[in-house]
């Protein structure tokens, strides 16, 4: 294992940032919420807004308990733990103990790399690049498939085969795309109507 045994555990975690906001997609959209960003990511999505966390040793471990003492300073119930790619690391000491605390906790995650910890919802959001783990589909609570080309409107597909039945399934258009993707994903949705519209509202609010 090492990379100090996967930073003790869980206990340490490469924090990028952590800020209270509003959730900006998917089901909990307009939720205000508690983000709490973790580095590394080995997937390299191209067009990925994140692409400053994917070098997890530009940030140095944080002990959990000064993110989550920031945490519960602020008047959010519920906390968004993302990235980045949060599943590289043990989450199992973060989230119970946000748990303790009576917060609700959500994650977003490609699904790459083996679950840990405990989540009120998971929103598994597949990759090409490097596809979610079988382990990953009975975890979501919610499917997010990013449309950049109308080729992505099969893979959302494949991934909707593996996803049980009480999961909710969105398209969201790729943001650099999204003024020629959305007419498609409107028509898509309204032929295929098990499937939702999820927009990144974030950046229509100017909010991180
Ligand atoms: S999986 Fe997420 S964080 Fe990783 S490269 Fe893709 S969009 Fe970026």
Redesign the pocket.
């Known amino acids: 294992m090492s990379n100090l045994e996967l930073l003790q555990g869980g206990e340490l975690l490469p924090l990028v940032e952590d800020f209270y906001t509003i959730q900006g997609e998917g089901f909990h959209s307009g939720k205000p919420a508690y983000f709490i960003r973790l580095g590394g ?5 191209k ?5 400053y ?2 070098n997890p040793k530009l940030y140095p471990p944080t002990g959990i308990d000064t993110v989550i003492a920031r945490a519960v300073e602020c008047k959010a119930k519920s906390i968004v733990i ?4 949060p599943l590289l690391y043990p989450l199992q000491p973060l989230t119970s103990r946000l748990k303790e605390l009576g917060l609700k906790i959500f994650l ?3 699904g ?1 790399h083996p679950f840990s910890g405990t989540f009120d919802w998971v929103c598994l ?1 597949p ?1 090409r ?2 596809p979610p783990l079988e382990e990953a589909f009975a975890r979501a609570h919610e499917l997010k498939v ?1 449309i950049e080309t109308e080729q992505d409107f099969e893979w959302a597909e494949l991934n909707a085969a593996k996803v049980g039945n009480d999961c909710l399934l969105y398209l969201q258009p790729e943001w650099s795309r999204r003024e020629q993707m959305m007419p498609l994903i409107v028509e898509y949705a309204k032929s295929n109507p098990q499937w939702n519209i999820s927009i990144q509202s974030h950046k229509y609010m100017h909010i991180p």
Do not use: L, N
């Open positions: 990511c080995d997937v390299g999505c067009w990925c807004d994140a692409k966390t994917w993302t990235g980045g790619e977003e995650t490609s790459s959001s990759k690049k490097q990013i």
